[in-house]
């Protein structure tokens, strides 16, 4: 399984512009990791003054369904890439007939929809929780009776860090749980009494050949992710079977570049496949600064064709987000001789939004400390 209609191609040589979808602070990572392999980096995003454009060669200020623009983004690019899901599945499209897209436009359609993710990672053997998709208030009072409450009503596209989510317990009323949804299409998904949440983040190249970080534990506050410690405080035979279902998620996609498998690990030591994302993901952060290779340098290495690097883990780390004010804290953190700042370059602080990251690092074996 390829991820485009094109063969397998030489390795792109560095000195190549690599073309990235979208302008946050996941593009911004990889646009500083490209340019320390020697890439040039092209952005297309509609917004202004991003994150990623900032450090990149080039941007392309644009709609994502502005062809035109498209068409000249892609004629300007060597190979291209996105940073995240919310991108029109026609807007990848368009680009990946006129350059090669790694990962493929296939990838991203499946991840963007929960209910074809879901349905997609239940045929390849991947375990979810039961999950019913949900076009009316009606559905959902049946689907309630099947999958029982409590639950949890997610619009189907769309929506991250607990936006578009509805819980429902034994008082809520279907009706209302469905309008506060704010879609015409959900998905509902049985509820998890979980140990802990961890993530898989590994690289596959065009070969099929795959490379996995060590799996981390994700902590989360009001639905945003708000700490990774690494490696997760899981049984070994845990962590090897998370890793065996990330990789069989992979190989099913046809992935070539890089993916995030987040999971929920029950009391009795299984696992159950939440979510998947093609690229690089917050919960991989922590790779930065305690890897040999970082989520982002190895995602350049998968997207161009080069040797996938070493993902081995030389330290125990800790990384939190700083999240809306919490970047306020800076003065104290850059005080801090442990700390590994990272800032996105966003204007205004808002509630919810992801202003940077600050990793701490600790001896390997000895685990990573909770942050205060």
């Known amino acids: 399984m390829t991820t485009d209609s094109r063969p397998?191609?030489?390795p792109i040589p560095p000195g190549a512009?690599?073309?990235i979808v979208g302008g946050g602070q996941l593009g911004r990572m990889t646009a500083l990791a490209a340019a320390r392999l020697g890439y040039r980096v092209h952005v297309f995003t509609p917004e202004a003054d991003s994150p990623a454009a900032q450090v990149s060669e080039r941007a392309t200020v644009a709609d994502y369904l502005d062809m035109a623009a498209l068409d000249a983004f892609a004629g300007s690019v060597d190979v291209a890439t996105f940073e995240f899901e919310n991108v029109p599945a026609a807007t990848v499209e368009r680009i990946a007939a006129r350059a090669p897209m790694r990962p493929s436009a296939r990838c991203l359609e499946i991840a963007q929809d929960r209910i074809r993710e879901k349905t997609f990672l239940n045929a390849n053997g991947a375990p979810t929780v039961p999950f019913a998709r949900i076009a009316s208030p009606a559905e959902l009072a049946c689907a309630l009776d099947e999958i029982g409450r409590p639950a949890v009503l997610k619009t189907a596209t769309l929506g991250y860090d607990g936006k578009g989510q509805v819980k429902i317990d034994a008082r809520t009323d279907p009706a209302e749980a469905y309008l506060r949804m704010g879609a015409d299409v959900g998905i509902l998904e049985g509820f998890v009494d979980f140990a802990?949440?961890?993530?898989?983040?590994?690289?596959r190249d065009a070969a099929g050949r795959v490379a996995a970080f060590d799996v981390a534990e994700n902590r989360h506050a009001n639905h945003i992710l708000d700490v990774t410690l690494a490696p997760a405080a899981i049984a070994p035979e845990v962590a090897d079977e998370a890793e065996r279902v990330a990789a069989r998620v992979a190989e099913a996609l046809g992935l070539v570049g890089l993916?995030?498998?987040?999971m929920f690990v029950t009391r009795?030591?299984?696992v159950l496949v939440n979510e998947i994302a093609?690229?690089?993901h917050n919960s991989g952060h922590w790779t930065l600064d305690a890897c040999v290779t970082s989520q982002f340098e190895q995602f350049v290495r998968a997207v161009c064709g080069l040797p996938l690097g070493d993902p081995a883990r030389h330290s125990d780390a800790a990384m939190k987000n700083l999240i809306g004010d919490e970047v306020n804290r800076f003065d104290a953190l850059v005080r801090d001789p442990g700390a590994k700042i990272h800032l996105y370059g966003k204007g205004a602080p808002r509630p919810g939004r992801k202003m940077g990251h600050v990793t701490w690092l600790f001896p390997r074996g000895l685990g990573p400390k909770t942050p205060g």
Do not use: Q
């Open 268 to 270: 009795d030591g299984c």
């Open 8 to 10: 397998p191609a030489a």
């Open 17 to 19: 512009t690599i073309g």
């Open 278 to 280: 093609p690229r690089p």
């Open 259 to 262: 993916l995030a498998v987040e």
């Open 196 to 203: 802990c949440e961890v993530s898989v983040v590994l690289a």
